[in-house]
Structure formats: structure tokens, C-alpha cells
């Protein structure tokens, strides 16, 4: 007959969160399960006094949780035990959760949504856990009243009630067991597999494929046995014969998953229970390229001036990808040679072929084609938007609105530079010298609407305490910082795999400024149309053209072990303060360089004077950084020059908080 354990978690610090930074939080008001909003978390859960004795037989076991909010967004959650005899209590030491031991088996469990708050039902009970339970009560270490514990990770999240937010509602461990001895329970057979076929399928086989694996076990009373997969929807076992076949649910890749684990459980009449892992290997079936979502990859506006020169980008990157190992892709335009696409980064730009009427043709249709090294091709069209009033250089503008950034919480006092993050929306305001003040909070970087109000803060503290310059790659989101303290250093930050800003899986990597001549470095823009970097210096007035070189990286001139080629330009004779203040224009493929507290000039990329615009409306203090963006009055159409605005400087005045953003209409720069 089968015995019945339950308990719940019972002191506070068996319930715990480790974050993705590996911060471990153990007096919390709710367990989330999955994500806690933006944050991937690791939640470990521990009971104590487990009264089973070692090599008892699992026959159902699950976790029990009460909701604490209702979520009804999709959620992947994976359950694993502490592969261990006995489980300490968890510890505030970093990553403490994740680095523990774990149990081969696992149950993955897609929870339905959880609607309504305090419920305690189906929709709230993890799967069958006996799997996870059975291997720790078999180690040999095991004994009664030890304790047990388990770790859920995942997407998608469920906000569960913590033992300190209701003990009455904390999680519970329910297990169903029967003792070895009390009759002859189920066990697997040897071979526990009736098909001596290598067990494979094909990552693109049907339904009902076999995977040539037939579970075997047996009870010696004579009980009927039945058969289950426990932790892997793709797969459906026959629960009299105990073949494994494929399942209409998810997808196999090779690429990522050569081989599955799966867990079948074996259930006797009689009660007992017996489980058993199988390995099947996933063999690659040929896959065609495809386009990726999005198929641009450049989040920017796809749109061209009339009269944009040769090599200028229209927005658009095109991206598609061949899932087999070793394939690479290609790309090529179709049926319009005003345009070419870079065969090896899908990057489209203008062609010195043919005229752009944006009267009689204000958008056109670009089709792409995509090949692969396999042979495979696939195709995608593209819509480009012709505008017309973007050709002729700006030659006023006007002061439209000031912001000021003292005021903000936290404030920024001292704001040094200013770019636009297209596919946020937002302007990065970056200030170098907070830290160097009372109201410093550990944030040097600033979000803005376009309409002046504070989005958020982040922070360059963990590399760069001084980030003078900030530069924006709208491709792939990568950020870039000038510092000129310490090694003179330019920082790239790449988002990493989430995406996101300031989190545990940002990647950044520097190259030395010093070692082509740089040592006070200050503004930063990126060239959309070239790939290259401009860094302004504030002792020399020189301009520097940072091209990566074969590799495609920023990482130094070779005699830093890099392959970077750097050029430069001086911008002396302009005028240039030594904060400088830089931003391109991607459109009329020039750069805007702060000349004076009251002008900007308009140059090339190699520094020869188009223009100026005056700016003195603003009175500016100590201007320090440009950036062109949206206009906060009608950003579907018209395009503004942001001027970041120091003011007294700190060194004179430590407890200045005067900075301000200076929003100018530009007069002849429309979107569409």
C-alpha cells in the first residue's frame, strides 16, 4: 500500500531567489517562478525532515503552490533536485543556488495561467516528480528525515507565495511512496529497452516517427504495467507497449539539442512505481535558409534622401540564416542595380547607379534574395521610403525646448554627451562626472524621452567611472563609451542574448585610444553608413576615423594586438572647445561638431567646413554633446539636434547641479 509524506517549506530562507547577477535574495514576499520582470532568476526551494526512508519507492510527488498574483502569459519551467545526500540551507553567498549539484532527471512543466490570487489548484501543482525524487532517496547517502531541495529556472514567469509572505501558503512537497518489501514493486527489465535498434530520430521527423525505443519493465506479481513520459511533450509513449514515438508538439534541432533525455515512467496496478532515462540522439536533417523575425536587422527608419550619395544606408539590414551546421548565407538584390546589398552582412546602401524621385516614386519595393552554401535560397521584399526635403543641408535652428537634467531623480548634473537608441525610442544621456559628487546614486547614464522626462538610469560603473562620450550601433544595439581616465580606453557594451542593458549577460570589450595618439578622449558618434567610429579629442582638435579592420572588431591598432585602422582630421581652425560634441547624420553623410558655446559646424567625414548653424539662443554654458533624433513635437516627421548643456564646471563648483538639454528644430531635415 502506498504511504503519504507532505510538508511545507518552514523557515524563512528555504525559499529563495538567486538572480542573474547571482545575487541571492532570501527575505522575500513571493517566489518568482521563471523571470522577476526583466531579471532571469534561479529559485531554489528546500524541505526539511523528508520521513522517507532510502530506497523507498516513488510513486507520485509534486509541489504545491499558492498564487500570489495572477499571470496568464505564456511560462517554460524546468524542475531539477539537489543532487545531494542531505541539503544544507541555502547561503547569501553569490550564485549559491545555481552551482549546486544537479539530478540527471528533470520535469519540465508549461504551467497554465494562474487567474486567480490564493489559488491552490491544478493549474498551481508541478507535474509528476517522482523522477527527481526517486534518484535522491536511491543515493546511498540518503537517509529519513534528511532534507531535500529543488531548483526551477525558465521563461515566462509565476508569482507564487513565499513562507515570509503566508507559511500557510508556502510551497508544498506531496509524495506518495510504498516500502521495498511490501510486496514486489515494478522494475525495468535488462536491457530496459525491448529494441535493440540504435535509439535516433530526425530533428524534422513527423509525428509518429519511431524513435526505436521500447520501454521494458515488469512486476513480478503478475500487476499489469503501464507506461509514461514524464518530462518531454515532444515524445508520446504507448502506455501497453511502451514504444516511443514523436509527438505533434515542439520542435527537434540538432544544432542546439543533439541529444534528449527522456524519463519514462513505468506504473504498476499494484501501485509501485519505476523510473528510467533513455538517450536518444537527434540526427540533422537538411534545413533550408530562411529569413529571421524581423529580416532587418537594422531597427532604424527604412527611408533615402533624393539625393543621398553612394554608399548610403537606406535602414535596412537584411538577416536570414541556414539552421545547419557550417552553412553560410549570402545576399544579393533582384531587379533594381539604383541599390547594392553587401553580400556578406545583408547591409543595403545606395549605388551609384540611377536617380531617387521622391515626387513620383516615394517608396520602392527592394527584393533580397538569401542563399545559402547548401544551395537553398529564399527571398524577401523590403519597402524603402523616397524623401524629398532631406536634400539640402540644414541652415538654421531654432531653440524649441529646454530640459533640465538637474532636475531629474537622480539628477544629472553634469551631462558630457547624448545619442539616440532607435529601437528604444529614447535618448542615452551619459555624465562623467557624477560620481565625483554628493547626490552620485551608482548611475552615470541617463534614458530620456523625447519629450525631456527621465525613462530610467543605468550605469558604466563596473568598467567606466568617467564615460565622456556615448555612441549607439542601431544593428545590433551595441553601446560605446570614451573614457579618458585611467588606460584612455574606448568600452563597447554588447547587449548580449536578452537584449538588455545593464544585465548579467552584457559582454564588453575595450581598445586603447593612447596607442593611436588620443589621450583625452571626449565625444563619440558611430557612421551608419560606413561601420566606422569618430572619437573627438580634446587636447589635440583631431577627429579620429576608427575603421575595424579583417575581423570586423574594434579592438586597437596592432600594436595593441588589434587590426584597427585609424585615421584623423583636425578640426583646430573651427574653433573646437575641449569638451567637443560630435553626432553623424546619416542622410547627408556628414558630421555636426560643437565649434563654440554658439555654433555647430556642418563637416565631411574628412573634415572639410560645409556649414555652420547657430545655437546661441540656448546660452549655452559649456555645450559638450550632440545627438540627432526625433523631434519631441512631431517625431513622424521632423528631426531635432540635441545639445547637452554641462554648465559650471565642478571642478571649480563641486556642489554645481545646473545641466540642461537644449532641444533645436532643424529647418530643412524631415523624416518624410
Known amino acids: ?86 541539503a544544507s ?52 547517502g540518503w537517509a529519513a528525515l534528511n532534507d531535500m531541495a529543488f531548483l526551477i529556472t525558465g521563461t515566462g514567469t509565476r508569482t507564487a507565495d513565499s513562507y515570509e509572505y503566508n507559511p500557510a501558503g508556502a510551497p508544498l512537497l506531496h509524495i506518495e511512496y510504498i516500502l521495498p518489501g511490501s510486496g514486489n514493486p515494478v522494475a525495468f527489465n535488462t536491457p530496459a529497452d525491448a529494441d535493440p535498434t540504435t535509439n535516433q530520430i530526425a530533428e524534422l521527423a513527423a509525428a509518429g516517427n519511431p524513435t526505436r525505443i521500447t520501454a521494458s519493465a515488469s512486476d513480478p506479481d503478475g500487476s499489469t504495467v503501464s507506461y509514461s513520459i514524464i518530462n518531454d511533450a515532444r515524445f508520446a509513449i504507448d502506455s501497453s507497449t511502451g514504444v516511443i514515438t514523436r509527438s505533434s508538439v515542439g520542435t527537434l534541432d540538432f544544432e542546439t539539442q543533439p541529444s534528449i533525455n527522456l524519463t519514462v515512467k513505468a506504473t504498476s496496478s499494484d501501485g509501485s512505481t519505476a523510473t528510467k532515462i533513455f538517450t536518444l540522439a537527434v540526427l540533422d536533417s537538411p534545413e533550408p535558409v530562411a529569413f529571421n523575425t524581423p529580416p532587418d536587422a537594422n531597427t532604424a527608419a527604412n527611408q533615402i534622401s533624393q539625393n543621398a550619395a553612394a554608399g548610403t544606408a537606406v535602414g535596412i539590414t537584411a538577416s536570414a540564416s541556414d539552421p545547419d551546421a557550417g552553412s553560410t548565407v549570402t545576399y544579393t538584390t533582384i531587379d533594381d542595380p539604383r541599390f547594392a546589398v553587401n553580400s556578406s552582412t545583408g547591409v543595403i546602401t545606395r549605388s551609384s547607379t540611377g536617380t531617387l524621385d521622391a515626387q513620383n516614386e516615394p517608396s520602392i519595393n527592394l527584393h533580397v534574395t538569401a542563399k545559402s552554401s547548401d544551395g537553398s535560397i529564399a527571398t524577401h521584399t523590403f519597402t524603402v521610403d523616397v524623401t524629398g526635403g532631406s536634400g539640402q543641408l540644414p541652415t538654421s535652428v531654432t531653440l524649441a525646448h529646454t530640459i533640465l537634467t538637474s532636475q531629474w531623480s537622480p539628477p544629472s548634473p553634469d551631462p558630457t554627451d547624448i545619442v539616440y537608441i532607435s529601437h528604444l525610442g529614447t535618448l542615452l544621456v551619459a555624465d562623467s562626472e557624477v560620481d565625483e559628487m554628493s547626490i552620485f546614486t551608482g548611475k552615470n547614464l541617463y534614458q530620456m524621452n523625447l519629450n525631456g522626462t527621465l525613462a530610467g538610469t543605468l550605469t558604466t560603473i563596473n568598467f567606466s567611472d568617467e564615460p565622456a562620450g556615448v555612441a549607439y550601433n542601431p544593428t545590433n544595439h551595441h553601446l560605446f563609451f570614451s573614457d579618458d581616465t585611467g588606460t584612455k580606453s574606448v568600452y563597447e557594451l554588447d547587449p548580449g542574448p536578452d537584449g538588455l542593458y545593464n544585465t548579467s549577460d552584457d559582454k564588453v570589450t575595450s ?44 579592438d586597437g591598432v596592432p600594436s595593441t594586438g588589434g587590426d584597427d585602422v585609424v585615421t584623423s582630421f583636425s578640426v583646430q581652425s573651427l574653433g573646437t ?45 559649456k555645450p559638450a554633446g550632440l545627438a540627432l533624433a526625433p523631434s519631441s513635437d512631431d517625431p513622424s516627421h521632423d528631426m531635432s539636434l540635441y545639445v547637452v548643456d554641462r554648465g559650471v564646471d565642478n571642478d571649480s563648483h563641486p556642489t554645481e547641479n545646473d545641466g540642461k538639454i537644449y532641444e533645436f528644430h532643424l529647418n530643412d531635415w524631415l523624416i518624410a
Open 1 to 86: 500500500m502506498a504511504e503519504l509524506f507532505e510538508t511545507r517549506v518552514a523557515t524563512a530562507g528555504d525559499d529563495v531567489e538567486e538572480k542573474g547577477s547571482g545575487t541571492i535574495g532570501t527575505n522575500i514576499n513571493d517566489l518568482e517562478l521563471g523571470y522577476d520582470s526583466s531579471t532571469r532568476q534561479t529559485v531554489g526551494i528546500r524541505f526539511t525532515g523528508i520521513d522517507i526512508p532510502q530506497g523507498a519507492i516513488i510513486t507520485s510527488a509534486y509541489i504545491q503552490f499558492q498564487a500570489n498574483e495572477v499571470k496568464i502569459d505564456a511560462a517554460s519551467l524546468l524542475i531539477q533536485g539537489d543532487d545531494t545526500d542531505d
Open 89 to 140: 540551507p541555502f547561503t547569501t553567498a553569490a550564485f549559491n543556488v545555481s552551482s549546486l549539484p544537479r539530478t540527471t532527471a528533470s520535469t519540465a512543466w508549461t504551467p497554465d495561467p494562474w487567474t486567480t490570487i490564493g489559488e491552490q489548484g491544478l493549474a498551481e501543482r508541478t507535474p509528476d516528480l517522482s523522477a527527481i525524487v526517486q534518484e535522491i532517496v536511491d543515493r546511498s
Open 511 to 554: 581598445f586603447k585610444t593612447a596607442a593611436f595618439g588620443s589621450s583625452d578622449s571626449e565625444s563619440l558618434a558611430y557612421d551608419t553608413n560606413r561601420g566606422v567610429l569618430y572619437l573627438e579629442d580634446g587636447s589635440t582638435h583631431r577627429i579620429y576615423t576608427i575603421a575595424p579592420g579583417q575581423n570586423g572588431k574594434f
Open 577 to 621: 572647445p575641449s569638451d567637443g560634441g560630435l553626432a553623424y547624420d546619416p542622410v547627408h553623410d556628414l558630421l555636426y561638431v560643437i565649434v563654440s558655446r554658439n555654433s555647430v559646424a556642418m563637416v565631411t567625414p574628412t573634415g572639410d567646413l560645409l556649414g555652420t548653424l547657430d545655437i546661441s539662443a540656448a546660452h549655452a554654458k
